[in-house]
């Protein structure tokens, strides 16, 4: 029997007899009215009964059982999981009793114990099918992912239709990575279970990951139609947008879709409205605009108008950290805060690791706020160049990779901040992680900044600065914000310069063509843009040789669709695609070093340009090609180019764009005449410390600046 959590009171309808002896008949009889008063839900009575039985005979395996169940729905898990051990000690191969203890021992975090005792019960008494489910969970928990598939399989054998099997099932093969078939098994499972909210959501998410966009907002919105309070698939039903789109046209339908998405969200979501701010609350817990900005266009009105809704949503439900604050004048350093989700190898936040090495120690104290969950060698690195560290994980990934907030983070966060009293509090990347963008949405601190971990204007009003780079903004980049942008020097940026792979791989060593020339264009998917895709047959069919290389997208699903219109853009060409192109799998940041000693050009997305990639092309010496594109985003690569002096590969149109790729790929002089160039300048490009002088002055500034608006 699977014990439920349901809480209730102590009865006081039986009196315990203190020293009573039961007779068989008698002992039998009370058993039988304790077991169902457990089955009609009246816990306290069967307690009662229970104890007088045990008080009786303290031995008795029936009651010390049922006793353990009761305790087990009333949450008593310590006192459940000792009655339980004396069941099953009494009877070593009782299966429900151990099947039990295994629910008991899960609610104590004692994972092993659990499993082992369901694998114990599943040995003894295969029938019980429950156990396979709870077991398979348990399995799943434990990263186990082929042992909960065979427990599951071994279910649904024995049960083709059992109750939330085909939903675990299917998130069991999401995490293996077996999309397609996780597809199946969640749409079996809305098949026994219609309404299940669960299962839709599942199937939602996974048909978005696969980038069947509009099949997964029609699931989201038959869940939002059962539980019109559910934020997730209220939210996601209005505002998801594609991946990776197939031609476009599909661009400014999609886009309008959002705008009229956002609008509605907006205008039925009443915040003065309990339920309805809940349900925000939820959706925003789980939701950023992140692909938004990957459709090229100006998106500072559309996150203006998000910004201001999440705003009056934070503020309308923790108004106590929205008002604003004034700078403590009376300390003697200025207390700096970086806040992310990803304080770890990740291009949202590790450039930053150059501003904390830098900070003047004398002027500044250094806070880091970790809220993601991942922790690596780059986490160790913010850990020992800061003075105060806090790892406090905001969020966690369900079965279904979906993220959930992990309930009293987001107050645990804000506290720690207030409690340190920061002055300045930077944001490294809002837009990428939901905790980030809540906290960012309220008044932690004097001065509130971000920068370009997430290179787009956050559209919040309590961010009051962007830091951007004088090289990257174009002349009307102050436009592009709601943020005041501050334009600090060269790249604004102090990098480490990227060690060279040692050994350095040879073409041979990771499976690549010795007799082509080969271009490398590495960005994630999602920036690149379908009007562009026909430049890489441009390319090729005016030098022979040439062939790319790309990187897969985390999802198959994607990374298919991504390589079909690649393909499509190759015979619409006359040519066969996989003639001259392949799609590597995905690369850690060692895999990047490798690959560009391997080969001759790189290519830049137009639109959203290389960040961090780039810096490793040129540590590498190699000759990068791009097209500065209208916002910050997509001029990453052309202000790097020019630091160096080495403009000749900065196109100003897609012919020019095509012209200078083709010609690196046939003159192998000039090619590398090119790469000489880099190699000699490129120390421009590192360990930019000026530039963290200049951001430390402008602190200084902004707190001055922040105590005569907000005087204390």
């Known amino acids: 029997m699977r014990g439920a959590r349901i809480d209730v009171k102590r009865s006081k309808g039986f009196g315990k007899a203190e020293g009573e002896v039961l007779g068989p008949a008698a002992l039998q009889s009370m058993l039988q009215k304790a077991i169902q008063y457990l ?39 310590a006192e459940a999981v000792l009655r339980l051990q004396q069941a099953v000690s009494l009877r070593p191969q009782w299966a429900e009793a151990h099947s039990n203890l295994g629910l008991a021992l899960q609610q104590q975090e004692r994972i092993d114990e659990a499993i082992f005792h369901c694998q114990k019960a599943l040995t003894l008494k295969p029938e019980l099918l429950s156990t396979w489910h709870y077991l398979a969970t348990l399995l799943v928990r434990q990263g186990k992912l082929q042992d909960a598939l065979a427990a599951l399989e071994s279910l649904l054998a024995r049960k083709s239709d059992f109750p939330g099997a085909h939903t675990e099932l299917g998130n069991v093969l999401r995490n293996l990575g077996r999309l397609e078939e996780a597809l199946a098994a969640w749409r079996r499972a809305v098949l026994l279970q219609p309404t299940d909210p669960t299962a839709l959501i599942n199937l939602g998410n996974v048909n978005f990951e696969l980038g069947y966009t509009e099949e997964a907002i029609g699931y989201y919105r038959r869940c939002a139609a059962l539980q019109p309070l559910n934020g997730l698939s209220r939210w996601r039903s209005l505002l998801a947008l594609p991946i990776l789109y197939k031609e476009q046209a599909e661009i400014e339908t999609w886009r309008m879709r959002f705008t009229e998405g956002l609008q509605e969200l907006i205008r039925t979501t009443d915040l003065t409205v309990l339920q309805h701010r809940q349900m925000a609350l939820s959706g925003a817990s789980t939701w950023c605009n992140f692909h938004l900005p990957y459709q090229g266009e100006d998106d500072t009105h559309l996150q203006a108008l998000y910004g201001d809704f999440l705003h009056r949503l934070m503020t309308a439900e923790y108004p106590q950290w929205a008002t604003a604050r004034s700078p403590d004048t009376s300390r003697d350093k200025i207390h700096i805060g970086y806040l992310s989700g990803h304080l770890c190898e990740h291009s949202g936040a590790q450039w930053a690791l150059g501003w904390l090495e830098n900070h003047d120690r004398s002027q500044f104290v250094v806070h880091c706020y970790h809220i993601g969950t991942k922790q690596d ?31 009293g983070a987001l107050d645990a966060v804000c506290h720690q901040i207030l409690d340190d009293n920061l002055h300045v509090l930077i944001h490294t990347d809002i837009g990428m992680f939901p905790l980030s963008t809540q906290l960012a949405a309220l008044r932690l601190a004097p001065v509130q900044c971000t920068a370009w971990g997430h290179p787009v204007t956050s559209g919040l009003p309590t961010v009051d600065y962007y830091l951007s780079s004088e090289a990257m903004e174009p002349p009307d980049g102050d436009t592009h914000y709601t943020e005041t942008l501050v334009r600090l020097p060269r790249l604004g940026l102090c990098f480490a310069r990227p060690l060279p792979a040692d050994p350095v791989p040879t073409r041979q060593d990771l499976g690549l063509p010795s007799d082509r020339i080969l271009y490398l264009s590495s960005q994630s998917t999602f920036k690149y843009l379908p009007q562009y895709d026909c430049l890489f047959p441009r390319i090729a069919a005016q030098a022979p040789k040439a062939y790319f290389i790309f990187i897969a997208n985390p999802s198959v699903g994607i990374t298919e669709k991504f390589k079909q219109r690649l393909e499509n853009a190759f015979a619409a060409a006359g040519m066969k695609g996989e003639e001259y192109f392949r799609i590597l799998p995905r690369l850690n940041r060692g895999g990047f070093r490798e690959i560009h000693h391997c080969i001759d050009v790189c290519l830049d997305t137009i639109g959203w340009s290389g960040g961090n990639t780039t810096l490793i092309a040129l540590a590498c010496h190699r000759p990068v090609v791009t097209m500065p594109g209208r916002f910050m985003r997509g001029r990453h690569t052309s202000a790097m180019l020019r630091l160096l002096g080495v403009t000749e590969t900065i196109a100003c149109d897609l012919d020019e764009y095509v012209e200078i790729a083709v010609r690196l790929g046939c003159d192998d002089h000039w090619r590398a005449a090119l790469s000489e160039r880099i190699a000699a300048t490129q120390a421009r490009l590192f360990d930019d410390r000026d530039c963290v002088a200049v951001l430390d002055a402008f602190f200084r500034e902004a707190v001055a600046k922040a105590a005569l608006a907000n005087p204390g």
């Open 39 to 77: 089955h009609s839900g009246k816990l306290a009575q069967a307690r009662e009964l229970l104890e007088r039985i045990l008080v009786s005979q303290p031995h008795q395996p029936e009651a010390l059982h049922f006793l353990g169940i009761v305790l087990l729905r009333t949450q008593c898990y």
């Open 377 to 407: 060698a780059v986490t160790d690195r913010f850990r020992a160049l800061s003075d105060h560290f806090y790892h406090i994980p905001g969020s966690r990934e369900l079965n279904n990779h979906a993220l959930q907030e992990i309930p």
